[in-house]
Nanobody
Framework: QVQLVESGGGLVQTGGSLRLSCAAS????????MAWFRQAPGKERNVVAA????????YYADSVKGRFTISRDNAKNTVYLRMNSLKPEDTAVYYC????????????????????WGQGTQVTVSS
């Protein structure tokens, strides 16, 4: 069983920045595909960014391209989401997700492709 613990959420003004972290308990973290999803009240959970286990490729939702950056530090068993130029529409609960394996060059972007989930961290962007 893999445990994921997110941190770094909070309240920020429009245009501000946050960095989310997700610490994984997996002993072979480097073999896990990782992603960040978000869910606003009354809406579906959608992918924000994803990264392959190899770290070779990443995926970003159109709404965050150029503003968010996903990265991983295998030595620290941690995946990050750097969020810049935040907008009120970025307000949501952000979830970290993990699954072992996957394509070395094609990130997984559907929720049903991920086996392990964190508890979520709230991000609120005030206007």
């Amino acid at each position: 069983q893999v445990q994921l613990v997110e941190s770094g959420g909070g309240l920020v003004q429009t245009g501000g920045s946050l960095r989310l972290s997700c610490a994984a308990s997996a002993r072979t973290f480097s073999t896990y595909s990782m992603a960040w999803f978000r869910q606003a009240p009354g809406k579906e959970r959608n992918v924000v960014a994803a990264i392959t286990w190899s770290g070779v490729n990443t995926y970003y939702a159109d709404s965050v391209k150029g503003r968010f950056t996903i990265s991983r530090d295998n030595a620290k068993n941690t995946v990050y989401l750097r969020m810049n130029s935040l907008k009120p529409e970025d307000t949501a609960v952000y979830y970290c997700a993990a699954v072992v394996g996957g394509d070395w060059d094609s990130p997984k972007i559907r929720p049903d492709e991920y086996r392990y989930w964190g508890q979520g961290t709230q991000v609120t962007v005030s206007s």
